[in-house]
């Protein structure tokens, strides 16, 4: 098996809103696939359509090679799903708390398969832990512990680490580099440009369409974005002011957004871009650099060029 998902022209449909429109998508089995796209851009949908617990309205594909029509109850036996809202009983410990989850599942060899699932993800010396003691750190790696307890060769997580400290992000996504050598495949949708720039690939959705997919190298490549950073010489922040005002109304100016002291622009007609700051540049309070574009300068550029098309009279969106 080479190829993990692989969907066309998954559809999904809420009353009159499309949700998920046309989705086209592969992940490749072994990597880490970022999932991402502005609140309510159809991720979780997805997902859910992948795992069988949504019925798309159109399009078909597989997951580890089972159809996602026909298939669903193998597809949920063989993949581990993660979501946002995750619940345990906050009176068993962590163990009892696996122990419970390989009982409802009826998985064989119960008590060795917890004891190497709490020491795969590093929950041994926590075992005997209250579920309703722990920090939000540690409850999601119970929860990432829970869905591995059954061996799934597929991770779909839906934004695991939201509202999780830095340590503990890191621990997780250490977590889920070590499954991914193991031969695990995972999906995970994130609103955190570290954690994209930590996966394999990335896939970035907005009004329920796919609008980039690859590495975060091709991804920032092939928006064709110009960027620049402008630092004053002083700690002349009013200029800096006046320049934000002044380039936000200038065409050609895509995006423009303060980093600091210094001062992102960007814009994707690169000769446009420059007649436009052609009058800044000869300013001695003004230092430019011509920079390379950010992940995230390129996911503001996808989310405001979707939203150009939303607005456009041919535009179909929900
Ligand atoms: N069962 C449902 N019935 C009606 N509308 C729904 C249903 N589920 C989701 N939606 C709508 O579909 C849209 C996409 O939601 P979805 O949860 O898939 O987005 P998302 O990209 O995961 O968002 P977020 O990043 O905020 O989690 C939203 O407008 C949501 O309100």
């Given at each position: 098996m080479n190829t993990a998902i692989a969907v066309s022209g998954l559809t999904k449909r809420f009353g009159s809103k499309?949700?998920?429109?046309?989705l086209t998508m592969t992940v490749p089995a072994g990597q880490i696939v970022g999932f991402l796209g502005p609140n309510g851009s159809g991720k979780t949908t997805t997902l859910r359509m992948l795992c069988g617990l949504l019925t798309p309205d159109a399009g078909n594909g597989t997951c580890l090679d089972l159809d996602i029509r026909c298939q669903a109850a193998e597809i949920k036996r063989q993949i581990g799903y993660m979501t946002q809202k995750f619940s345990f009983y906050?009176?068993?410990s962590i163990a009892e708390n696996l122990d419970f989850v390989a009982r409802v599942h009826g998985l064989p060899d119960r008590r060795n398969l917890v004891m190497v699932t709490l020491d795969r993800l590093g929950l041994s010396e926590r075992r005997t832990q209250l579920a309703g003691e722990l920090s939000g750190g540690w409850k999601q790696r119970l929860a990432l512990a829970a869905c591995i307890l059954h061996r799934p060769r597929l991770l779909l997580l839906d934004e695991?680490?939201?509202?999780?400290?830095p340590k503990a992000r890191r621990a997780f996504w250490e977590n889920i580099h070590d499954l991914a050598a193991d031969g695990m495949t995972v999906l995970v949708s994130t609103h955190y440009m570290d954690e994209a720039e930590r996966c394999h690939a990335i896939a970035y959705i907005a009004y329920g369409q796919l609008l980039a997919q690859g590495t975060v190298q091709d991804v920032i490549a092939s928006a064709g974005l110009t960027t620049f950073t402008v630092r004053t010489t002083?700690?002349?922040?009013h200029t800096l002011n006046t320049l934000t005002t002044a380039l936000r109304k200038a065409?050609?100016?895509d995006l423009v957004a303060a980093f600091g002291a210094a001062l992102h622009v960007g814009g994707a007609d690169r000769s446009a871009l420059l007649a436009a700051i052609a009058p800044w540049r000869?300013?001695?309070?003004l230092i430019w650099q011509d920079d390379q574009p950010t992940l995230e300068d390129v996911f503001i550029h996808l989310m405001a060029r979707s939203q150009d098309q939303y607005a456009a009279p041919t535009g179909n969106r929900p």
């Open positions: 499309t949700v998920v429109d046309r906050e009176d068993l695991p680490t939201a509202g999780v400290d002083g700690d002349n922040h065409p050609g100016v000869t300013d001695p309070a």
